[in-house]
């Protein structure tokens, strides 16, 4: 069974609460070992199913100022509990290692296995955004 809506908004509250410059060290702890995460994008380069979430995360939070507030902010979650499936809105901001606003709006669909663990994810990213980051042409 899925964590409920408020136990999946409570866990990503203490994961970006802190501020933490790689919370995918924080969400791992929440993911199974051979969880399949997904990048959704047509004629993207980098959609392709990963284990690594250092790897997913590294091209965006390169790009962040880690020394200027940064903020995530889970906007709402529908599913969990009883459905195995939950879908998560995220909105973050922050400033860009160019000096430039960050904003990023995203939604990510979860799967949670018997134990409460992500066993897949797939994250509609906002791909022009991060693929600007990828290539360095992102301003």
């Known amino acids: 069974m899925a ?8 866990l990503f509250d203490k994961i970006y609460g802190v501020g933490a410059n790689h919370p995918h ?12 995460v997904h990048i959704i994008g047509e004629e993207y ?8 979430l250092e790897r997913l995360f590294a091209p965006v939070t390169g790009a962040i100022d880690k020394t200027k507030p940064r903020h995530t902010e889970l906007v709402r979650v529908i599913g969990g509990g009883d459905d195995q499936w939950a879908a998560l809105e995220f909105v973050s901001t922050g400033t860009n ?4 606003p960050y904003h990023h709006e995203n939604c990510i669909i979860l799967r949670f296995g018997e ?3 992500v066993v897949e994810g797939k994250a509609y990213l ?5 693929h600007g980051y ?5 301003s």
């Not at 380069?45 to 690594?52: E, G, L, Q, Y």
């Not at 290692?97 to 430039?100: C, I, L, Q």
Request: no cysteine; aromatic share 2%.
């Open 3 to 10: 964590p409920t809506p408020k136990e999946i908004r409570d």
């Open 25 to 36: 060290e924080l969400i791992s702890n929440h993911v199974a070992k051979n969880a399949k």
């Open 45 to 52: 380069k980098n959609v392709t199913d990963v284990h690594d």
């Open 97 to 100: 290692t160019n000096g430039k």
């Open 115 to 117: 134990d409460g663990k």
């Open 126 to 130: 906002d791909t022009y955004l991060v």
């Open 134 to 138: 990828i290539s360095g042409k992102q």
